[in-house]
């Protein structure tokens, strides 16, 4: 069963588990001879935004390892440098591979930004023929993977087979470094053939699909939003029409990109406001064209253009609630019992909705203004809720989302809390609902 995401697949697909062990698409590609990963190269350069980069071999040229005789035209090195940002010592195949470590410049970056990454590696024996060099770049937190860098070491010029007994044998790859959802990133590699992976020989050295883990890489999370929910005084009117007198205590936020946090193309206002028995939620959507196909309850509208609200009332990271409404007012309700797991579109929220088009809705050739949304949810009915009514000071974890095609091709993810991976169940980047 197809799983929503955003901007769903797009934008970007939804990986294997860890626990998962089969090759990545690149690596499949190079043993069918494809050249996919030709074509992707320019789409992630443009979605990461690379900026300028530092040269890895900056530095006072005396603390650098004294190049060995290059054999077979593998350059290899005596002794691995040592200013290492991350020793290992972990082997792979029995012993017969061993990281020595690696080195990151800069050592602590931001999305986007240019990392160049050196590994280092010494066969003690003969080393296996015909695997192949992977590198993926993981959210450190979840294991997801954020980035695939495979690339044959040293431009292709030291496949493992040709790698000397006893030498030292470098590789630098760089990529513009993508953002974490739990804070941290970390590059995983390994060799690979048609049959698999070669075994990493200590399991708390790999991730579990024997790749083994290597240096962290970026900096620290982005900040997660906190939005103060004010108790409504009158319960706002459902016709759609924002009015100012039943929605004049609720904050107005504006969602931003949800892969970066600019600000995006077009705007989307969104307000929230709570009393005893339900939470209220408001947006104002800028829409050139208003449009939708999906008319049933429970249709697949997170294909087209839709708002969503998106609620983990207990804050555990696993349980939550995904609620969506389109410009035709259809709805879209599930219960999940774990990320992205066990999609449960038989729990029925109860949720009330009004959706109010500012011009024609369905009509490609007129220029619409937009459209607003009001939505009344019954706590009762969410999963997990701590305590009914929220007290003051309570907190949930919660986001807002937007997906809009623009020009009916380009796909946009909004965001409250923006997730900097495409993915809009990336709990942890879910920001706060603080009831006031």
């Known amino acids: 069963m197809h799983h929503p995401m955003a901007p769903r697949s797009r934008i970007s697909r939804v990986l294997p588990p860890a626990s998962t062990p089969p090759r990545s ?31 890895e071999q900056a530095g006072p040229s005396s603390r650098r390892a004294r190049p060995a005789r290059p054999t077979a035209g593998v350059r290899t090195l005596e002794e691995p440098p040592r200013e290492l940002t991350f020793r290992s010592g972990a082997t792979w195949g029995g012993g017969a591979i061993t990281y020595l470590g690696a080195r ?35 959210d450190a937190a979840s294991g997801q993977m954020l980035f695939n860098a495979d690339h044959e070491p040293q431009s292709g010029a030291a496949p493992l087979e040709l790698w000397p007994v006893g030498a030292v044998v470098e590789d630098t790859h760089s990529f513009a470094l993508p953002a974490a959802p739990g804070g941290a990133a970390r590059v995983a590699v390994g060799f690979w053939n048609d049959a698999g992976r070669l075994p990493v020989d200590e399991a708390s050295a790999h991730d579990g699909a024997h790749r083994m883990l290597g240096p962290s890489v970026g900096g620290p999370a982005a900040e997660l939003l906190e939005y103060r929910v004010a108790r409504a005084h009158k319960a706002p009117m459902l016709d759609g029409v924002l009015a100012p007198e039943e929605w004049a205590a609720a904050t107005p936020v504006q969602l931003k990109g949800s892969f970066d946090g600019r ?13 005893a028995e339900h939470l209220y939620v408001a947006f104002d959507v800028e829409d050139p064209d208003v449009w939708g196909t999906l008319k049933q309850r429970d249709d697949p509208i997170y294909n087209e253009e839709v708002v969503e609200l998106f609620l983990d009332a207990n804050a555990d990271g696993r349980t939550y609630n995904e609620l969506q409404v389109s410009p035709h007012n259809v709805l879209f309700d599930a219960y999940f019992p774990a990320r992205r797991q066990g999609m449960d579109t038989g729990w029925d929220s109860g949720m009330r909705t009004a959706v109010k088009v500012r011009g024609t809705l369905d009509a490609p050739d007129d220029r619409d203004e937009g459209w607003t949304v009001e939505l009344a949810v019954p706590l009762a009915r969410l999963a997990e809720v701590p305590r009914l009514p929220p007290q003051p000071g309570d907190r949930w974890r919660f986001n807002l989302y937007r997906l809009e095609h623009v020009d009916r091709a380009r796909v946009e ?11 809009f169940h990336a709990l942890p980047r879910f920001g706060w609902l603080r009831f006031e």
């Open 263 to 275: 600000e995006p193309a077009l705007r989307t206002t969104a307000r929230l406001l709570y009393d």
């Open 25 to 55: 698409p690149w690596e499949r590609d190079r043993a069918r001879g494809s050249v996919r990963t030709r074509a992707l190269l320019p789409c992630l350069a443009l979605i990461l935004l690379a900026v300028g980069c530092r040269d």
């Open 413 to 423: 993810g909004q965001a409250f809390s923006p997730l900097f991976v495409g993915d």
């Open 104 to 138: 990151v410049s800069p050592t602590v970056a931001r999305p986007g930004q240019q990392v160049t990454v050196s590994h280092y590696f010494r066969a003690n024996r003969s080393p296996p023929r015909g695997f192949h060099f992977f590198a993926h770049v993981l």
